[in-house]
């Protein structure tokens, strides 16, 4: 069971308020007086629970808004009867936990599209509340219309889930103004930062992206650059890894590490339902642990490549708290149950998509825009830097054809890349490799346009 659920069920038992001390007697598992007054601060901003005196000498109650609540809206929001019950049975101190080392026969009974961690329920309600934008049939092409909103999401709750203290506001200042946060940690800022860049490679190179142990690599490579050592960034460990708050042993092997990647990478291949593959690929890149750190940040944003590129709404694990996420992950590596697991991430989910559904109702999207905007790019430069001043329609004319535009689509081909070059400017053309001068030489030669 979550701490917090834990302490709230403590104090709604309690006739008196209690000190944190007696709190700490009452949960009987390993866990400092520091982390508990944590916890207990997180829960008073709740309004979950009231407290009486000064430091010391404070005293804790249940909260009437607590009381009034049911068990439903507290324990069950998330976890099942039948989680919980899993989530119990590894509460218990480590010491009275039998260490365990990786299990392979639990990868290799997986069958895909036999086996599967999701019921036919939660894939059912998953597919409902993700295909939102029914409009768009374009592979990979709804991730642009959400872009901004999935970078700042992903990366703050993805590194917030590791404990970086960024809030959401700080991150949103950092990764699209460049403006850090005072009197933070610069590894936090680096996290984020990194958090930027892996989505940035999912997002632009969606389309072309295969599930093989090659992406896995470059994947942790952005991820890690700076907060590891250069020798283990995008590299399979060669040195002995341990799960903080778990008597879970990972594998040492290099060699071993390698074949079980290739593996997981060869399933998720081979997963039909979108879903499914992504909670395929968060649980086994988590459970391997197979680089020397940030395994579960890579784990999180490769759940994400089989939703992008089916026109999915990401998963970026909104107001999934740590306890619960560290609980199930628990539930993971020491008996390979996913069941609460997947419990949370279809929870998160859903709340993310209504979310995602809400921000997005009042945008629109130019379908063709979005699927033609890598041949009308090039173009663009293309005719700048080769000085194309004349008959510049039926050079466009030419470059569709060439260029795999439909027959039926190029006429508003024609009208993007027309409005474009009328538009370009300084200020908008150094994504397209054009220099200030290139373009000041294009526009005083123009003479049919």
């Not at 998720?268 to 680089?291: G, N, R, V, W």
């Not at 535009?405 to 890349?417: A, L, N, R, T, W």
Request: net charge neutral; glycine share 2%; with cysteine.
């Amino acid at each position: 069971m979550p701490v917090k659920t834990a302490i709230l069920d403590i104090l709604r038992g309690s006739e008196t308020p209690l000190k944190v001390e007696q709190i700490h007697k009452a949960l009987a598992i390993e866990i400092s007086l520091r982390s508990i007054r944590r916890y207990l601060q997180q829960l008073h901003q709740a309004g979950l629970i009231e407290f009486q005196g000064a430091y010391k000498a404070r005293h804790y109650k249940i909260s009437s808004q607590a009381n009034n609540s049911t068990n439903s809206d507290i324990k069950y929001s998330i976890f099942s009867p039948f989680s919980l019950n899993i989530l119990q049975s590894i509460q218990a101190p480590l010491y009275q936990r039998e260490p365990c080392a990786y299990n392979l026969n639990w990868l290799l009974a997986y069958m895909p599209n036999q086996s599967y961690y999701l019921s036919t329920q939660q894939r059912q309600q998953l597919q409902a509340y993700g295909r939102q934008d029914s409009e768009l049939q374009i592979a990979g092409t709804y991730i642009y219309k959400i872009y901004d909103r999935l970078l700042i999401d992903l990366s703050y709750n993805s590194s917030r889930l590791e404990g970086n203290t960024y809030s959401l506001a700080d991150t949103k200042n950092l990764l699209l103004y460049g403006k850090g946060a005072v009197h933070k940690l610069d590894s936090e800022k680096i996290m984020l930062l990194n958090h930027k860049e892996a989505i940035r490679f999912l997002v632009e190179n969606n389309k072309k992206i295969t599930l093989n142990i090659d992406t896995f690599g470059t994947l942790h490579y952005l991820l890690a650059d700076d907060l590891v050592l250069p020798e283990y960034s995008g590299r399979v460990r060669t040195d002995s890894v341990k799960v903080s708050a778990s008597v879970y042993i990972p594998i040492d092997n290099p060699r071993k590490l390698e074949e079980i990647l290739h593996t997981i990478a060869n399933k998720a291949q081979q997963i039909l339902d979108p879903f499914e593959q992504s909670i395929f690929l968060l649980i086994h890149l988590s459970y391997l642990q197979a680089y020397i750190d940030v395994n579960k940040r890579l784990a999180r944003l490769t759940a994400n490549i089989p939703l992008i590129q089916n026109n999915l709404i990401p998963i970026s694990f909104n107001d999934v708290s740590i306890d619960d996420y560290r609980a199930a992950m628990i539930a993971i590596y020491e008996i390979n149950q996913p069941q609460p697991l997947t419990e949370l991430y279809t929870w998160s989910y859903i709340r993310t998509a209504k979310e995602y559904t809400i921000a997005t109702n009042d945008l629109n999207i130019d379908e063709l825009r979005i699927k033609y905007r890598t041949q009308r790019r090039l173009l663009l430069r293309d005719i700048v830097k080769s000085g194309v001043t004349h008959n510049i329609e039926e050079y466009i004319q030419a470059y569709a054809q060439q260029n795999d535009v439909s027959v039926h689509e190029q006429e508003k081909f024609m009208h993007d890349c027309l409005a474009d070059l009328q538009h370009l400017d300084h200020s908008n053309i150094l994504g397209l490799g054009i220099t200030k001068e290139e373009l000041s030489t294009w526009r005083n030669s123009l003479l049919d346009f």
